[in-house]
């Protein structure tokens, strides 16, 4: 394995003597902790919003709020006060929110977690661990929001969604909020007096001016460590939540049908059911359960295509995987790389059956998921604990011959499962943890062994913080091994992710024999995360080339080892006509495990923010040195030219019923041996509480001179192929929100995308690492290429004989996706929803301009229909 350079771990060592040389910056008073004591009721309040029962009498207004953002630690613009009482099943929140022009409070009207408007925050830490906080949120309007917000604050999750209830008012001297959140709806540990931590938030929307119960310092490293204390809940009896939801979904497909296929006649139906549960095993230990899911209603990817030939990365949007999903996060390097990605639990199938000519197929869109576990939560005495089951269907792909029908397996049953503990130490200053995934295929036959029959992934990682959290030490070690056939760990060698073939290479190669592959990765890090203006960091992460975790997890890329340091500086004050300000600078490195230096890039950034809340974000960025393992696919190491690149985005006043942005970023290597286009803009206007409309179009340009095309060989010498690209996309997603009232809404997403590429000037590599753009290739003249209409023809020794010939690689890729969901939440906890989603895709003309490509693609061709009706009823047992 390489070393890194002497300035790589000179710039390592600096950071670490900052962490205590410029301990004077973090030297803030300890701050008080303010401290609330609740009082058990007899008689509950009725929430109406008003808090005007006598229940609420039993207990004082707590106020004294002081302004968090923009002015931190001043008094707010008007003040705010609360409530909290409880009995044996509830805790019930009174909110005052004094305000003395009652007409200008913004009462805007979204879906749940919409956070539009004034609104208030109730931030419950009820496992005092310093780290992990739900958040109940209601506005002026009566929307609600809950999240689940990790890692002090860092990591927020707004796809919980508990059953709890609340109710607002508005008066002559401002507005008020009742909340009633069921014990069940919370995790805390069995003791006869409870301590939680406790903060309120209040955002004014109209001064954009956020004030807090608890103060919490603008260099905090987070917000869920700075809470108050919530006392006085004695003796509260463990809540053994059941929720069982059944659900039932009727959905009917239409599409353009072909003739002659029996699979393609215009329209399919089908019923389809299932049920979802939700079990407290304890108050701080829950069993989520789902059999048979279906998420129809579930918006579509938007659209994408990369020419690298990497996998793209998606975000999850089931709601049975992204609740509670922090808990099984595993981010264990840089960008999206994770031991578990959700994604690949009910995945498209990855065979494909063996057909002849003139037979029809229908393939299974994904995989049925059976049934999924999760059983998860967090223990009094600091044990964080994740398990998650699942198990797919086979999947079978029916072939029709002449009306002669046969099935191929192209999916094999599949056990998936993640395990996660996490243990608190240390004042909850320090934790280690550990994750374990295990993949389990049930082969059978021969036609699926290019997949691994098995795969494990495992890790440890942990964070040490001091001085108030300021300062962190942290870090983590992951390993991999897959098992299958000669077959499947030959391809894993092969895949773009590893690439043991590479001609150049020596540190790695591919063994055919092999049947399984184990390998390694990490991260160490230490930083300043609060406490001042100057916050820092630095550290390294590695992938060995044996890395391996697409079966259950993300990797983009193994054979890596990167170092980086950042520094940053923010204001803490506004200062001046600047309400905040931001400027960051970075610098990272990358090498292989042969020891190559591939990379290394400058980077410095800035964002300010306005008084009147307008916004500028700035940024440039060099590298001086740009190697690529992977760009010629098995192929030797290859430079790009030197690169700078700049880019520019400002946005108007968010809060404003009309709101825009733009900016773009523009990329440049030398020799113009590729340059990058992107303009993006954005519209939103919101005519009335009710409606919001926004538009986003995005345009992009990337010629490259030495785009890949293909691999040959000539007289047995490999050729890597590549050519002049003139690459463009264009976009644009329409997004309609209609909100009726705070529990029946209307919500359209629709997006056109066409992405072209023309192919000129074609070439072969001859010096892959050449100085000069031009000594990297050679150039193909007349003589030596011509185009009969579909392929290229290459003489390559001119002697009138065909040596080769190259695929047109001309596209022009067009889809256009749209959902228009209708929502109601007819009782807290249970759900409608009508869906109707309408695509289009195909390839135009690559000779079109790309308006004309979208007219004929998408407004020239019928598209296919989804028309689905899903209904869930939620009992609580």
């Known amino acids: 394995m390489s070393k890194l350079p002497k300035w790589g771990f000179m710039l390592f060592f600096m950071l670490s003597v900052l962490t205590n040389i410029v301990a004077q910056d973090s030297k803030n008073k300890e701050l008080t902790k303010k401290v609330y004591t609740t009082k058990q009721v007899e008689n509950p309040p009725i929430i109406d919003g008003l808090i005007d029962e006598k229940s609420w009498d039993s207990v004082d207004w707590e106020g004294n709020f002081i302004e968090n953002d923009p002015d931190e630690n001043t008094e707010p613009t008007f003040q705010t006060q609360f409530k909290i009482i409880y009995d044996t099943e509830y805790l019930y929140v009174g909110i005052r929110a004094f305000d003395d022009d009652p007409s200008k409070i913004e009462k805007r009207l979204s879906r749940r977690d919409g956070f539009a408007g004034d609104r208030v925050n109730v931030v419950i830490d009820s496992y005092n661990d310093k780290r992990t906080a739900f958040l109940f949120t209601v506005t002026a309007a009566g929307v609600k929001g809950d999240e689940i917000a990790t890692d002090n604050g860092n990591n927020i999750d707004d796809s919980w969604n508990p059953v709890w209830y609340t109710k607002t008012a508005i008066d002559s001297i401002g507005w008020t909020a009742e909340m009633k959140i069921p014990f069940s709806q919370l995790r805390f540990g069995k003791s006869p007096e409870q301590e939680w931590g406790l903060n309120i938030v209040r955002q004014l929307f109209r001064e954009n001016e956020m004030s807090v119960w608890q103060r919490i310092p603008k260099d905090a490293p987070g917000f869920i460590s700075e809470s ?105 390097a840089n960008n999206q790389d994770n031991l578990f990605f959700s994604r690949r639990i009910g995945r498209s199938p990855q065979g494909y059956p063996k057909t002849t000519s003139g037979e029809f197929v229908k393939q299974p869109h994904n995989t049925a998921i059976l049934g999924a576990a999760k059983f998860s939560g967090k223990t009094k005495s600091g044990w964080s604990i994740g398990v998650l089951e699942s198990m797919t269907s086979k999947e079978y792909s029916e072939i029709d011959n002449s009306g002669i029908k046969r099935k191929e397996l192209v999916e094999p049953f599949t056990n998936y499962l993640v395990t996660r503990l996490q243990k608190d ?76 073939q590479r001609i150049d290479a020596k540190h790695v190669n591919v063994d055919p024999n092999k049947t399984s592959l184990t390998g390694t990765g990490g991260r160490v890090e230490i930083g300043k995360a609060g406490g001042g203006h100057w916050n820092y960091d630095a550290g390294m992460v590695w992938r060995s080339p044996e890395l391996e975790l697409n079966d259950i997890g993300f990797l983009r890329q193994a054979d890596d080892i990167l170092q980086f340091t950042d520094l940053n500086y923010k204001t803490l004050k506004p200062v001046g006509k600047f309400r905040s300000i931001f400027a960051g600078l970075s610098q990272f490195s990358t090498y292989d495990f042969e020891g190559n230096f591939n990379r290394i890039q400058y980077q410095l950034n800035g964002n300010v923010e306005f008084n009147n809340n307008s916004w500028i974000s700035i940024g440039v960025a060099h590298k001086p040195r740009i190697y690529s393992n992977t760009i010629l696919r098995g192929g030797p190491r290859y430079r790009f030219s030197r690169e700078n690149y700049t880019f520019l985005f400002f946005g108007t006043d968010s809060r404003k019923k009309f709101r825009f942005r733009a900016g ?214």
């Open 425 to 500: 130490f240390n004042n909850k200053n320090t934790f280690i943890g550990g994750l374990f995934t295990a993949t389990n295929r049930n082969l059978e036959g021969n036609n699926l062994d290019f997949l691994h029959k098995s795969a494990y992934s495992g890790g440890v990682d942990f964070k040490h913080q001091w001085r108030d959290r300021k300062y962190y030490v942290q870090g983590n070690i992951v390993m991999s091994q897959v098992s299958g056939s000669k077959e499947a760990i030959t391809e894993t060698q092969q895949s773009l992710t590893h690439l043991f």
């Open 664 to 877: 773009y970023v523009y990329s440049q290597a030398k020799q113009n041996n590729f340059s990058f286009l992107q303009l993006e803009t954005g519209f939103t206007y919101q005519p009335t509480n009710m409606l919001s409309i926004s538009l986003n179009p995005e345009y992009s340009k990337n010629p490259n001179k030495t785009q890949y095309v293909t691999e040959t060989s000539f007289n047995g010498i490999p050729r890597y192929i590549n050519a002049e690209i003139d690459q463009k996309s264009l976009s644009a997603s329409l997004r309609v929100n209609y909100n009726l009232n705070p529990d029946l809404t209307i919500q359209y997403y629709g997006q056109p995308f066409i992405y072209r590429g023309r192919y000129t000037n074609f070439n072969y590599i001859t010096n892959p690492i050449a100085d000069n753009l031009y000594n990297r290739f050679h150039l193909y003249d007349q003589q030596q290429i011509s185009f009969n209409g579909s392929d290229y023809i290459v003489d390559e020794n001119r002697d009138g004989i065909t040596d080769y010939t190259i695929n047109n690689p001309d596209f022009s890729f067009v889809q256009f996706r749209s959902n228009l969901v209708i929502r109601w939440e007819y009782i807290p906890g249970s759900e409608i929803y009508l869906v109707w989603s309408q695509g289009v895709t195909g390839f135009a003309d690559s000779n079109a301009t790309l308006i004309k490509g979208i007219e004929s693609e998408i407004f020239k061709k019928r598209p296919e229909n989804t028309f689905l009706i899903k209904a869930t009823y939620r009992f609580i047992l």
């Open 228 to 332: 108050g204390e919530l006392k006085g809940l004695l003796n509260i009896k463990s809540q053994k939540q059941l929720e069982i939801q059944p659900f039932t979904v009727t959905q009917l497909n239409t599409y353009p049908s072909e003739s002659g296929n029996p699979y393609r006649d215009g329209n399919d139906f089908k019923i389809n059911g299932g049920l979802d549960a939700k079990i407290g095993i304890t108050n701080d230990l829950t069993l989520d359960l789902t059999v048979n899911p279906d998420f129809g209603q579930v918006e579509a990817d938007p659209a994408a295509i990369t020419l690298d030939g990497f996998e793209i990365f998606f975000n999850e949007q089931r709601p049975f995987f992204i609740e509670n999903k922090n808990i099984f996060d595993f981010r264990f």
